[in-house]
């Protein structure tokens, strides 16, 4: 007889226990392109729908299989957990100058969809060299590629920066969650721009 059960866990990891009897070698197929031949494995599905599992036993008697739809609900997706509105400070590392405090940086991130956040920069300010600026980094911030490494850090794979208004130049970086605390650490191929954002949400 082959039959199995499963617990969803966080993240999108569900783990099967078999409960099969009579077989000498099992195969699991997922329903997401992902196989095993475990006897209890624990996958990773990336998205939030059902997938269709199936067991497959093989023994003495033959072969036999069991499939089940399964309902996944609890990947996590990057953008849900920043989206949001934020406020703090922004230090800014330009051509070897040295750090720059700004007075204030506001930021709004919006989702995009589940890997991608637009993040808008609604207040920002600085004194450079005793003049201010209040254009030294552009309005606005798109990160087009965020991978979650865990829940509370994210990787910017690359994505697009406007500096300038016109020009967009690539960005590597972290983004560090600690409870409502946000720091966003990048830089920029553009003049050795470093950016080294720490943020509260509001």
Not at 39 to 54: H, L
Not at 84 to 106: D, E, P
Request: with cysteine.
């Amino acid at each position: 007889m082959i039959s199995f059960d499963y617990i969803e866990k966080d993240n999108g990891f569900v783990s099967f226990t078999n409960k099969s009897t009579g077989a000498d070698s099992y195969e699991w197929s997922f329903g997401n392109g992902k196989t095993s031949t475990e006897v209890n494995p624990t996958v990773q599905f990336e998205d939030n729908k059902e997938f269709s599992v199936k067991l497959t036993g093989k023994g003495a008697g033959g072969t036999a299989s069991d499939t089940k739809t399964i309902k996944v609900s609890k990947v996590i997706e990057p953008s849900d957990l920043l989206i949001g509105n934020y406020s703090g400070s922004l230090n800014y590392t330009c051509c070897n100058i040295t750090t720059v405090n700004s007075r204030a940086a506001k930021f709004k991130f919006v989702k995009v969809d589940k890997n991608t956040v637009s993040a808008e920069l609604i207040q920002y300010g600085t004194y450079l060299n005793g003049r201010y600026y209040s254009d030294v980094i552009s309005d606005i911030f798109k990160f087009t590629s965020i991978k979650a490494e865990s829940t509370s850090k994210f990787i910017i794979n690359e994505s697009n920066s406007s500096l300038d208004g016109n020009n967009q130049r690539k960005c590597i970086g972290t983004i560090v969650m600690d409870g409502k605390k946000l720091t966003i650490r990048f830089d920029v191929d553009f003049y050795s721009h470093k950016y080294d954002l720490v943020l509260t949400k509001e």
